[in-house]
């Protein structure tokens, strides 16, 4: 199980989103080259929504060859802030999958009807890591694709306190263009 925090804001567009990427504003914190690739993948859950009604979300995207599967459990504070936790494992069917995810620390979870696809995404992925004075690693991403853009920071190592304090910085700054995502699942989680 890993700990996931993550904030994420609509852009209102790609050219948006190239701007941004090259502004002093994140630049200052860089210290590689964006690494981009396509997402494609797709979401989980049953008829009735008992995942979603559990604050999980299951997603399978393909990773070069393999698909992968990743099971995040958390939810959206009023801040716009998500705190929760995740597992990842090879996906190889809808059948084992949950199997697999407890075998790396999943809880178990008892539904009373099967997984099925519920929602295809696609989308391009530019990130780096930002590299923050208090000993903080935060990824930054700019994705855009199924008619949305957006960015999101998720804190890789160190203080939370030190991603909500960047994440206020670029609310002043972004104020006019950014806004926060209020629900965990209008996006695909990576």
């Given at each position: 199980?890993?700990?996931?925090?993550?904030?994420?804001?609509?852009?209102?567009?790609?050219a948006?989103?190239?701007?941004?990427?090259?502004?002093?504003?994140?630049?200052?914190?860089?210290?590689?080259?964006?690494?981009?690739?396509?997402?494609?993948?797709?979401?989980?859950?049953?008829?009735?929504?008992?995942?979603?009604?559990?604050?999980?979300?299951?997603?399978?995207?393909?990773?070069?060859?393999?698909?992968?599967?990743?099971?995040?459990?958390?939810?959206?504070?009023d801040?716009?802030?998500?705190?929760?936790?995740?597992?990842?494992?090879?996906?190889?069917?809808?059948?084992?999958?949950?199997?697999?995810?407890?075998?790396?620390g999943?809880?178990?979870?008892?539904?009373?009807?099967?997984?099925?696809?519920?929602?295809?995404?696609?989308?391009?992925?530019?990130?780096?890591?930002?590299?923050?004075?208090?000993?903080?690693?935060?990824?930054?991403?700019?994705?855009?694709?199924?008619?949305?853009?957006?960015?999101?920071?998720?804190?890789?190592?160190?203080?939370?306190?030190?991603?909500?304090?960047?994440?206020?910085?670029?609310?002043?700054?972004?104020?006019?263009?950014?806004?926060t995502?209020?629900?965990?699942?209008?996006?695909?989680?990576?």
């Amino acid at each position: 199980m890993a700990s996931k925090v993550e904030i994420t804001f609509n852009l209102p567009s790609l050219a948006a989103a190239v701007s941004m990427m090259h502004d002093e504003f994140f630049t200052r914190y860089t210290k590689d080259d964006y690494r981009s690739r396509d997402v494609i993948g797709m979401c989980y859950d049953n008829a009735s929504g008992e995942l979603r009604a559990l604050n999980c979300a299951l997603h399978v995207r393909r990773t070069g060859r393999i698909n992968v599967a990743n099971l995040i459990y958390g939810c959206v504070g009023d801040d716009g802030v998500f705190f929760g936790q995740q597992w990842t494992s090879r996906f190889t069917d809808v059948f084992t999958v949950m199997e697999r995810l407890r075998e790396r620390g999943a809880p178990e979870l008892t539904l009373t009807a099967p997984l099925e696809p519920i929602e295809t995404f696609r989308y391009s992925r530019s990130a780096a890591i930002l590299y923050m004075p208090e000993p903080a690693r935060v990824e930054l991403s700019f994705c855009n694709g199924d008619g949305k853009t957006w960015l999101t920071l998720e804190l890789l190592y160190g203080a939370t306190s030190e991603l909500l304090r960047f994440a206020d910085e670029l609310r002043l700054v972004y104020g006019d263009v950014i806004n926060t995502y209020k629900s965990a699942n209008e996006k695909s989680s990576e």
